[in-house]
């Protein structure tokens, strides 16, 4: 009876083991087609179009949210994604979104700060410097930073962090700063999973650094 008892229990946790191995395999598909899917809507498909596109991805954004719930990654790029939308959408109704996606980005940081090399604190980052602030909306330049500067610690070379922290200091008026996270971005290997991305980004940050000249 011990070594059936013992045997079942192996047998459970094998079982338990590689039902976890599928979540997480069918995760990092959801999310790989959420990133693709971002950066052709965001570099490749025109303005016009735009709104509707992060639209649907928005939605199906949060089908991935609802069946991860545990998980920081799907509230991350469901909070990218509706930041996209926000910017498309432009106006009033803009700021709404904004909120909403903050939401789930503070609720990412919550579950796992650390998760898609801290791009929950780089995103928040961005959204503080980016949004006005009050009476209109919730910007804050200081902790703007306080974000940005936990993103760029998890992950140093991590694109985004740089790109946005370079970003940051040119919305201040430091140039010599802000170039040189622009140009670490441009230093960077691009990221072989997400071609398209990599190069909307350093074009972005090689705009950015001609337009300071």
Known sequence: MMRFAIALCWLLLGVSAAAHADEQSTLDTQIAQLQRQWAQINYQTSKSQ???????????????????????????????????LAGATGGLSALGIMKDAKKLLEKAV??????MHGAAYTTL????????GWPIGFGDD????????????????????????????LDQGDKKRA???????????????????????????ATKLAGMK
């Open 142 to 169: 200081d902790k703007a930073l306080d974000y940005l500067k936990q993103g760029l610690a998890i992950a140093p070379n991590d694109m985004d962090a740089n790109y946005f922290m370079g970003d940051y200091w």
């Open 125 to 132: 980052g961005s959204f503080y410097y980016m949004v006005p």
């Open 110 to 115: 919550k579950i796992d700060g650390r998760a």
């Open 50 to 84: 735009r709104e509707e596109a992060f639209a649907k991805l928005a939605d199906d954004a949060h089908a991935v949210v609802k069946a991860h719930p545990k998980r920081a990654e799907p509230l991350i790029w469901e909070g990218i994604i509706r930041a996209s």
């Open 179 to 205: 170039a040189i996270y622009l140009n670490k971005v441009l230093s960077l290997p691009d990221v072989a999973s997400r071609p398209i991305y990599s190069k909307g980004r350093k074009a972005e940050a």
